[in-house]
């Protein structure tokens, strides 16, 4: 059997000081295009089993596209219903990545477990989402740097400081838990298959250095 897939790297967000658009003069700047990840995926069937287990109670279907509730996200996560809906015609590593981002929803803004979330801004919460995405991408050795810092970028226009640096503080956290959940789902999904020669990576040596500057 084969290993599930893992890297060893420092990855995650630091923010910086850095001036807003409003107090700089010139041209203006470009929007950067939030471009679908197009990679397959070492291990993706178990490692999407695994974010399925470790999303309980929560359901994971699914969905093609002309039924999506919201047509032109690739997924949604109703924290009132329990559930995620996945688009079905995303490459696997879009499919995870994006399973992990509504997973991230899932646990952050559940309004029975954290109904505080109900005053945070969907800025504030699609920033959460996407970063705590974004560094469990890394990971499980997908790069979603291109499509993730464009996301948080769109998301994070006109937001205080402070708010952004909650945001990336709960993402790493939040990264910190869901690993360990995600690596228990895999290696109870591997007992019941009744196979034990394969080892999950390390989850307790994660490090949040990389630096995200947004302007």
Not at 25 to 48: A, C, H, N, W
Not at 89 to 106: F, G, N, V, W
Not at 115 to 140: D, G, H, N, V, W
Request: with cysteine; net charge negative; proline share 4%.
């Amino acid at each position: 059997e084969k290993d599930l897939p893992h890297k060893k790297v420092v990855t995650g967000f630091t923010p910086v000081k850095v001036f807003d658009v409003s107090e700089t003069y010139g041209e203006p700047l470009p929007e950067l295009p939030i471009k679908k990840l197009t990679d397959k995926v070492e291990d993706f069937e178990r490692l999407k089993a695994a974010i399925i287990k470790a999303a309980a109670p929560y359901t994971v279907s699914f969905i093609a596209p002309q039924d999506m509730s919201i047509q032109e996200a690739n997924g949604l996560c109703n924290t009132r219903a329990k559930y995620i809906h996945i688009r079905n015609d995303l490459s696997e590593a879009q499919t995870i990545k994006t399973m992990l981002h509504e997973l991230a929803h899932s646990r952050l803004h559940d309004v029975d477990s954290n109904p505080c979330t109900l005053i945070f801004s969907r800025e504030l919460k699609e920033m959460q989402a996407e970063s705590t995405a974004y560094i469990l991408s890394q990971k499980y050795g997908i790069d979603a740097s291109d499509y993730s810092f464009a996301y948080v970028s769109s998301w994070s226009e006109g937001t205080a400081v402070s708010e952004l640096h909650s945001a990336l503080t709960v993402a790493s956290e939040q990264a910190h838990n869901l690993s360990k959940a995600i690596d228990t789902a895999f290696e109870q999904n591997l007992s019941l298959s009744n196979t034990n020669s394969v080892q999950t990576p390390q989850s307790t040596n994660l490090q949040f250095d990389m630096e995200l500057k947004m302007i």
